[in-house]
């Protein structure tokens, strides 16, 4: 049902980057060839961000008859790493695309950018700057005023070279120079007032090692990594229009008029209810408020996948959303949505109690069994049925009894009628205390005749109740998941700390039981609908002793038993 979603998506009208790459290609540019690439930096894992640009870069090609790179940027080895790249790959081919043999990193091309900036520096386009970072900071100027010039700006051609080769022999510490490009201080684009190419880094890389003790600037190494893996759009957010001209600039000291890369920029993803920074990100990991980039608050790919999403549901929840040019928070209730139409045609039904109180059928026999008939799948009527074991004593939702209801309400209270569900119709007769005045016991009495499938079975009764065997139940814990933030766009609460936003409550663990079919058969991964209460997963910390679920995401106008 996915892909007959994606595909009824696909009949809609082109957006208008698929629209721009079309023309191009309806117009012959590049030979007719179309080739993009996801270029991410390997330091963090991926977001639901990300999933929209991979929708892109990926989809686009796949639309179009082109190719898609993989090409990470790994210009900064103090904050990449292997375990990021692997991370990467593994959440692309999750989501159901490939690279092929297109696997690229930006330190593929360090030789060739390096020869780069020496030719800029022959040319007179480089130089070395002994300031440091705080002075070229102080020297930038604002958009309406024009900057300084670097008292080093015009040192001879000869002295950059010596100095540049000299700082990547590591003869000079970090931060004591860089290598600045010489173009306009007083440019009314800040990107273009002498910026940064390369600076002295003494980390090992985690392809390189210690080969280099110099890195380019991502600005310096993006536009031409491009440029030299043949790549004709360069799609990527918004935040990078402004950098367009000065990649621009770099490609115009090796291109020629034949080819080079078209930049085309789309609004980037934000969701309510959480961030989307890397950087903050890793904070929470590194800082312990969750318990990894996995966990299924965080709005990771691999967190969503643990929380229980499906690849369908987040390509499908991209299709909606679109790409505009506009930048916007998207209200997480969409992506909730998108997961929940998926899990409703393709989650099995099962029963399962979250919050427990014993129901006592006082006219049932004591040691009787009955399997009773469950459908698997109401709107699959294929995905078959299980049985379930019926006895004297059920655990069923604390929620779902209340002894002095009002009128409205059709679930269990003494006097009144309700069917269990693909059982019997039960009428209550009434409970018992504890000592601290909670509800200890319910009792009833249930009609023979009512069962469920018999021909006498159809009285009419308001309300239809989920249960589980006391007797044949398993002990699960069920980790119910809320929001991750307490206000809507966190990124917004300039004045406050990020961490101080983060929701309390967003996790709460409880123990429930569950039927004896699911504990059977569950699988790490695997989703289920929990009846009546929401859809759930297998959480990887299950092991023979003990089930783990997660709640994926509540049903949609359904009893919630925990807020
Ligand atoms: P950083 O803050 O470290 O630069 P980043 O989120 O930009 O992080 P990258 O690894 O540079 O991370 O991103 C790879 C690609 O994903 C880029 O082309 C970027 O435009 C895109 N991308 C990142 N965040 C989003 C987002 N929220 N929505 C859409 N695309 C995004
Ligand atoms: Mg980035």
Redesign the pocket.
């Known amino acids: 049902m996915e892909a007959e979603n994606i595909d009824k998506t696909k009949e809609k009208s082109l957006n208008f980057i698929e629209l721009a790459v079309s023309e191009d290609l309806a117009a012959g540019k590049n030979g007719g060839r179309l080739s993009t690439r ?7 894992y ?9 929708c ?2 990926f989809g686009i090609a796949e639309k179009f008859g082109g190719t898609c790179n993989l090409r990470f ?1 790994d210009t900064n080895p103090v ?1 990449e790493d292997v375990e990021y790249v692997d991370a ?1 790959k593994e959440d692309i081919h999750w989501l159901g695309f490939d690279w092929g043999d297109r696997l690229y990193y930006a330190s593929d091309y360090f030789p060739k950018l390096w020869d780069l900036a020496v030719r800029l520096i022959k040319e007179g386009y480089a130089y070395v700057d002994e300031q440091s970072s705080e002075q070229i900071a102080e020297q930038k100027g604002t958009p309406t005023q024009p900057g300084i010039e670097s008292p080093f700006r015009n040192r001879p051609v000869e002295e950059n070279l010596d100095l540049f080769e000299r700082m990547n022999k590591g003869e000079f510490p970090e931060g004591s120079m860089v290598l600045r490009a010489k173009i306009d201080m007083a440019s009314p684009n800040m990107h273009f007032r002498d910026p940064i190419m390369y600076r002295i880094i003494k980390h090992p890389h985690h392809r390189t090692g210690t080969q280099w003790n110099v890195y380019p600037m ?1 600005d310096f190494a993006h536009g031409q990594s491009d440029f030299f893996e043949g790549v004709t759009h360069s ?3 918004l ?2 229009e402004v950098h367009r001209p000065l990649y621009n600039w770099f490609i115009d000291r090796i291109a020629d008029e034949s080819y080079r890369p078209r930049q085309l ?6 969701l309510t209810y959480t961030v ?4 903050k990100l890793l904070q929470l990991v590194k800082e312990g408020y969750v318990s990894g980039w996995d966990d299924p608050r965080m709005p990771t790919i691999c967190g969503l996948r643990r929380r229980g999403y499906t690849p369908e549901s987040i390509r499908n929840f991209v299709e909606r959303i679109g790409y505009t040019k506009y930048d916007g928070v998207i209200s997480v209730s969409l992506l909730e949505h998108s997961i929940r139409e998926d899990l409703n045609m393709n989650a099995n039904r099962v029963s399962a109690v979250v919050n427990p109180v014993k129901l006592i059928i006082t006219n049932y026999p004591e040691d009787l069994t009955e399997e009773m008939v469950m459908d698997n799948n109401p709107e699959r009527p294929e995905a078959g049925t299980h049985t379930a074991p019926f006895t004297r004593e059920l655990y069923i939702e604390r929620e779902d009894f209340m002894e002095d209801a009002p009128k409205k309400f059709f679930r269990m209270t003494p006097g009144k009628e309700v069917r269990l569900k693909s059982a019997y119709v039960v009428k209550c007769t009434g409970c018992k205390h504890a000592a601290d005045g909670s509800v200890e016991e319910i009792y009833c009495e249930y009609d023979p005749l009512t069962k469920s499938g018999m021909p006498e079975s159809g009285r009419k009764v308001k309300g239809t109740l989920h249960w589980v065997s006391v007797k044949y139940a398993h002990k699960a814990e069920i980790r119910l998941y809320e929001r991750l933030f307490d206000v809507e766009n966190p990124a917004d609460e300039k004045d406050r700390d990020f961490r101080e936003l983060l929701n309390p409550d967003s996790l709460k663990t409880v123990t429930g039981f569950i039927e004896p079919y699911l504990a059977d058969t569950a699988k790490v991964g695997d989703r289920y609908q929990f009846q009546r209460i929401g859809y759930f997963c297998v959480d990887k910390d299950s092991d023979s002793n003990r089930l783990v679920f997660n709640r994926t995401v509540s049903l949609k106008d359904g009893y919630k038993p925990q807020q």
């Open positions: 996801f270029p991410p930096e390997p330091n963090g991926l977001h639901i961000g990300h999933a929209k640009a991979i892109m870069d940027d904050k990467i991502y799609i990527c957010t935040e990078f920029e789309f609004n980037r993803l934000n989307m920074s890397k950087r």
